[in-house]
């Protein structure tokens, strides 16, 4: 191995894909349960969108169990699509940072990691998921405007 080569694979980038994505750390803990400081490496804050100006970095969900505000779902008959919700609590969802960085990384393709609340100081790493789509609608439920994105399970690191 060349000198070059020898510090680029020692490089801390060296987990970071071409789309900018630390995708090395996360990618085998995937189901693995994890607690808060060890989510709260990647994603630090406590909202479910994580995003650096602008960038997508990470999600928070818990499929609306512990928060029904964010009834987030998997999509009818397809375990690699995901129903996220955007951010905001109440009210109309607007385009606040945090939803116009998920709309950006539709652009982007990036995948970031996924982290599902079972509980207390327990959560499930689900993998790396890309945001495909995105449309603002009235959720009758709810009764409010809500964003909802299309995620997808990124298959591969390399991706």
């Known amino acids: 191995m060349h000198k070059r080569d020898e510090h680029e694979a020692q490089s801390p980038k060296s987990n970071v894909n071409k ?21 709260q490496r990647t994603h630090r804050i406590r909202n479910g969108v994580y995003q650096r100006q602008g960038r997508l970095i990470s999600l928070l969900t818990d499929f609306g169990r512990i928060n029904p505000c964010y009834p987030d779902r998997h999509a009818a008959n397809d375990s690699n699509t995901i129903i996220y919700t955007g951010a905001g609590r109440h009210g109309d969802q ?17 995948a970031v990691p996924l982290f599902n609340k079972l509980g207390t100081g327990r959560w499930q790493h689900m993998g790396h ?17 809500l964003w909802r994105f299309t995620l997808k399970r990124a298959l591969t690191r390399a991706e």
């Open 129 to 145: 998921w890309r945001v495909t789509a995105a449309r603002h609608e009235f959720d009758e439920h709810a009764q409010r405007m």
């Open 19 to 39: 789309r900018g994505a630390d995708v090395g750390h996360w990618t085998s803990d995937f189901g693995r349960i994890l607690s808060w400081a060890e989510v």
């Open 94 to 110: 607007h385009l606040t940072p945090a939803n116009r960085a998920l709309l950006a990384a539709i652009e982007s393709g990036h």
